[in-house]
């Protein structure tokens, strides 16, 4: 008499879960390998002779490159991810305050280059002129309207002339 054997395979269920589990372990095996591959060149201390190295290392023998790999260079990968992701922040915050400023001039020279340019096309009075010019060499910044040029036509519309409004 022979007694029939059932491995855990047999079963339907088990069946799809040894399946599930490899094909994780499958998905993992390329995400760890291609986590390597970008950290080889996202490494700026490695040579091109180096990189070429562990690149060709990783690809020949995968199992046995990536295993070496982690053990010899795993310990700083996340230093460089996290060197490579605060360098990202602060090149995106410097980007949001370059928009942010919206093409406000940056030195008083270019304040005064557009205070006068303003002057020149009769928007302000040369003692308005004169009074922000005081206030940008001081380094008060540009000057604040009054109730009265708030309201006025002029300072609606910065390139009519009083003549113009009036």
């Known amino acids: 008499m022979s007694a029939q054997t059932y491995l855990a395979y047999d ?3 088990l069946g799809a879960f040894w399946t599930m589990l490899w094909f994780f372990l499958w998905i993992m095996w390329f995400i760890l390998l291609f986590r390597i591959i970008t950290d080889i ?7 091109g002779w180096a990189k070429t190295g562990w690149l060709v ?18 310990k700083n990968t996340g230093r460089r991810e996290v060197a490579q992701t605060r360098a990202q922040q602060e090149e995106f915050n410097a980007y949001i305050r370059e928009t ?15 205070l006068s340019e303003i002057h ?17 060499l001081t380094g008060h910044g540009p000057a604040e309207r009054s109730d009265s040029t708030a309201r006025s036509p002029v300072a ?4 009519t002339t009083e003549r113009d409004a009036g």
Do not use: N, Q
Not at 65 to 71: E, K, P
Not at 105 to 111: A, R
Not at 125 to 134: G, I, L, Q, S, V
Not at 156 to 159: C, K, L, S, T, V
């Open 156 to 159: 609606e519309h910065p390139h």
């Open 120 to 136: 020149d096309h009769g928007a302000i009075t040369d003692e308005e002129f004169c009074r922000a010019k005081e206030l940008v």
């Open 41 to 47: 060149f996202r490494d700026d201390g490695l040579s």
């Open 11 to 13: 079963f339907p269920l």
């Open 100 to 114: 942010a400023a919206g093409g406000r001039p940056s030195s008083s020279v270019d304040e005064l280059a557009e």
């Open 57 to 74: 290392f990783c690809i020949v023998l995968p199992f046995l490159g990536v295993f070496v790999y982690v053990i010899a260079r795993g």
